[in-house]
């Protein structure tokens, strides 16, 4: 069963930083690629960073030069560096990834960017 537990989320003001994780299980965590994905209240999901297997990286226009995707395998975690953050970076952010034809996620956590 392959599961992914986010971490790492709270309430941060504008231009502070954070770190979130998440940890895969279930699933060889070397071969596949992992997603970040946010939902902000009365919006649409939104693909936040991707990395592939190759750690080829890709950011929405919105976080890039401030948010970083990152992996490590011995872990089995990816990760996303937040700096910058900005109010309308307040969502909840998912992990996610594809095995064996099907998409998992994890349960989310808050990130909140407020004064």
């Known amino acids: 069963q392959v599961q992914l537990v986010e971490s790492g989320g709270g309430l941060v003001q504008p231009g502070g930083s954070l770190r979130l994780s998440c940890v895969v299980s279930?699933?060889?965590?070397?071969?596949?690629?992992m997603g970040w994905y946010r939902q902000a209240p009365g919006k649409q999901l939104e693909l936040v960073a991707t990395i592939t297997t190759l750690y080829n990286t890709n950011y929405t226009d919105s976080v890039k030069g401030r948010f970083t995707i990152s992996r490590d395998n011995a872990k089995n975690t990816v990760f996303l560096q937040m700096n910058s953050l900005k109010p309308e970076d307040t969502a909840v952010y998912y992990c996610n990834t594809t095995w064996k034809a099907v998409r998992y996620w994890g349960q989310g956590t808050q990130v909140t960017v407020s004064s």
């Open positions: 279930g699933t060889i965590f070397s071969i596949v690629n």
